[in-house]
C-alpha cells in the first residue's frame, strides 16, 4: 500500500536558510531511494519558516527505509535544533492517482 505522509515544519526564522539547504540535501538523495514516488520540499507564502515536506513511497517498508537512510538521520540530526516546535507528520490514504504509474512520469 502506498505510504504518504505530509510533514509540517516550523522553523526559528533565523535558521531559515540553513534549513533550507539541509532539507534540500535530503530532498535530492531521498528521491534516489528505491520505492520513492514523490518528494516535495514547500514552504509557505504567508508565513516563510513554514515548511511541509510530502513524502510518498511505494510501501510501508520503503517509507521506514527511508528513515534509517544515512541521509535522512544527518538532515534530521542537523535540523532538530532549528525547529521553532517539533515535527508533526500527518499520514494520509491515497485516493487518487490510484495507479502507480500516475505518480511520475
Known sequence: MIN????????K??????FIQATLENHRESLKEPGNLRFDFLQSKEKPEEFMLYE????????????SSAH????RDTVADWMAVSRQGYRYNVVAP??????RS
Request: one cysteine or more; glycine letters at 2%.
Open 13 to 18: 526564522p533565523e535558521f531559515i536558510e540553513p
Open 56 to 67: 510518498v513511497y511505494l510501501s510501508d517498508e520503503a517509507a521506514s527505509a527511508h528513515k
Open 4 to 11: 504518504l505522509t505530509c510533514v509540517k515544519i516550523v522553523v
Open 98 to 103: 490510484a495507479q502507480i504509474g500516475q505518480w
Open 72 to 75: 535522512y538521520i544527518k538532515w
